[in-house]
């Protein structure tokens, strides 16, 4: 409980297209532990332009939602950030989604760390506490391999380079370059805080089965990290 007593502000932020069955639980269980903890915090939905009820539901659940003005994974994660950090006044950004897959319970784990100044960046690592069913076989061994990469190309210590839960300060926007609209933007996340030597940390995370259909497609996902992964940075272009 002291970490929550020095004021630092936590913004969530969310992802959202077409959640109607996950977005309600998820944000009750999220203000359960943040009210549990004590934290001085925020919920930001960010949604695609949902066709269901997934605004109201964020809405009628205390969550705050703005719209994203272009289409993908990566595009909805930096609206959402830079308008925590400029508009909401974050001190500290948690992503997290919101089709159930994550447990708010592992906040802290996030969080904490950062609040007692020991981490910049915390990023959860699913694979070493996965629910049966929550992820195939095959999505299992591509984030192995992803992780790998990301070890090797960054030099970082992560298990699981993809994981969509992760926390860090807000003040580091002010120094990273993102601009991957897709699901490779969590790869590009950990090359530009590696990149501006801020301190890493990954922590074991649960992971569940998700509400409703998934909208990811794993094969055109991977070819497409890859694809970033040996292709030269924005900072190296041109």
Known sequence: ???????????????????????????????EVMKKRGYNYEVLVVDGRSRDRTVEIAKEKGARVIYQR???????????FYYAK???GADIILMMDGDGTYDPKDIPKLVDPILSDQADFVTGDRLKNLKRGAMPLKNYLGNKFLAFLARLA????VGDSQC???????????????ESE???????????????KSRILSVPINYRPRVGKSKLNPF?????????????????RG
Do not use: W
Not at 224 to 234: A, D, G, M
């Open 1 to 31: 409980m002291a970490l929550a007593a020095n004021g630092k502000k936590i913004v969530v932020v969310i992802p959202t297209l077409n959640e109607e069955q996950s977005i309600g639980f998820v944000l009750d269980e999220i203000h």
């Open 70 to 80: 272009r289409k993908g994974y990566g595009d909805a994660l930096q609206t959402g």
């Open 86 to 88: 400029d508009r909401m």
């Open 154 to 157: 960054f030099r970082i210590d």
């Open 164 to 178: 969509g839960m992760r926390a860090f300060k807000a003040e580091c926007l002010d120094d990273v370059f993102l």
């Open 182 to 196: 897709g699901m490779p933007f969590a790869m590009e996340m950990l090359g530009e805080f590696s990149r501006i």
């Open 220 to 236: 055109r996902d991977f070819v497409r990290i890859c694809l970033l992964y040996t292709s030269p940075s924005p900072r190296d």
